[in-house]
Structures are given as structure tokens and as C-alpha cells.
């Protein structure tokens, strides 16, 4: 058998030289692609950034009050509340619930049956005139 047809030959110089300037160019490429990708990582960040900024400034607080009218706060009821105005058990309001109370006598017959979270403030607002009809007699 002959194996002197499978002989590989060495590759000369200039071989050597085209093919490591090839790496080089690819090695080129390949940078800049590394730094548009870095380029565009910082860009999507600031994007981000400004869509979260965005958000926060158009999210209404959470201040956890109630939105009542002029006049009227907030008032938790407590069972002194309900033993001086039985009327406030027939409208099945309980110690704890939250409802809203007003001082001027005017106010509550404007204001009568303002919901506050989710309770009818009539009861309470007609509470509040009769104790300032009893405070003025």
C-alpha cells in the first residue's frame, strides 16, 4: 500500500498569516456586537426605568382615607355609639364598622345616605343632629 498520496504538507507562512488576520476580523465583529448589545442593555434599562417612573406618577396615592364629602369624618363605631343610638343595630352597623359623622346639621341632611367603605352614613349623620340638638337645648 501507498501512503505517500495522504501526505498532508504544512501550511506555509502566508496561510498561516491570512487565516489569523481572519480571526482577527471576527474577533473585530464580534466586539462590536458585544458593545451594541451592552449599548442596548443600558438603553432597555433607561427605558424600563422611565416606564416604572411613569407609573408611579400617574398611580393615585394610597392614602387610605375614604373619599368624603366636605364636613364629614371618619368615625369608627364603638358600642357606646350603639347603646345611645339603637337605630344603628336596625341598620345592621356593628362596633368596628366605619362610618362618617358630621357636625353641622345642614351637612347631614345634605349628606344623608354617603356611603363609607361600604357603609350608609344616614344613621350616623342623623346621630350627630340629635346630639347637637341636645348639646343646643
Same mark, same amino acid.
Given at each position: 500500500?501507498?501512503?505517500?498520496?495522504?501526505?498532508?504538507?504544512?501550511?506555509?507562512?502566508?496561510?498561516?498569516?491570512?487565516?489569523?488576520?481572519?480571526?482577527?476580523?471576527?474577533?473585530?465583529?464580534?466586539?462590536?456586537?458585544?458593545?451594541?448589545?451592552?449599548?442596548?442593555?443600558?438603553?432597555?434599562?433607561?427605558?424600563?426605568?422611565?416606564?416604572?417612573?411613569?407609573?408611579?406618577?400617574?398611580?393615585?396615592?394610597? $392614602?387610605?382615607? @375614604?373619599? *368624603?364629602?366636605?364636613?364629614?369624618?371618619?368615625?369608627? /363605631?364603638?358600642? =357606646? #355609639?350603639?347603646?345611645?343610638?339603637?337605630?344603628?343595630?336596625?341598620?345592621?352597623?356593628?362596633?368596628?364598622?366605619?362610618?362618617?359623622? $358630621?357636625?353641622? @346639621?345642614? *351637612?347631614?341632611?345634605?349628606?344623608?345616605?354617603?356611603? /363609607?367603605?361600604? =357603609? #350608609?352614613?344616614?344613621?350616623?349623620?342623623?346621630?350627630?343632629?340629635?346630639?347637637?340638638?341636645?348639646?343646643?337645648?
Amino acid at each position: 500500500m501507498n501512503t505517500e498520496g495522504t501526505k498532508q504538507t504544512p501550511p506555509t507562512k502566508e496561510e498561516i498569516i491570512k487565516f489569523y488576520k481572519e480571526q482577527i476580523e471576527v474577533a473585530k465583529v464580534r466586539k462590536e456586537l458585544s458593545l451594541l448589545n451592552a449599548e442596548i442593555a443600558e438603553y432597555e434599562t433607561r427605558r424600563i426605568e422611565a416606564i416604572a417612573k411613569a407609573a408611579q406618577y400617574t398611580q393615585p396615592a394610597a $392614602t387610605g382615607e @375614604p373619599n *368624603l364629602p366636605p364636613g364629614v369624618v371618619e368615625h369608627i /363605631v364603638t358600642q =357606646e #355609639d350603639l347603646d345611645n343610638n339603637p337605630e344603628l343595630i336596625n341598620e345592621g352597623i356593628k362596633v368596628g364598622d366605619v362610618i362618617g359623622i $358630621t357636625q353641622n @346639621p345642614t *351637612l347631614a341632611t345634605e349628606n344623608a345616605g354617603v356611603k /363609607v367603605r361600604g =357603609e #350608609d352614613t344616614s344613621a350616623s349623620l342623623k346621630k350627630e343632629e340629635r346630639k347637637l340638638k341636645k348639646v343646643e337645648e
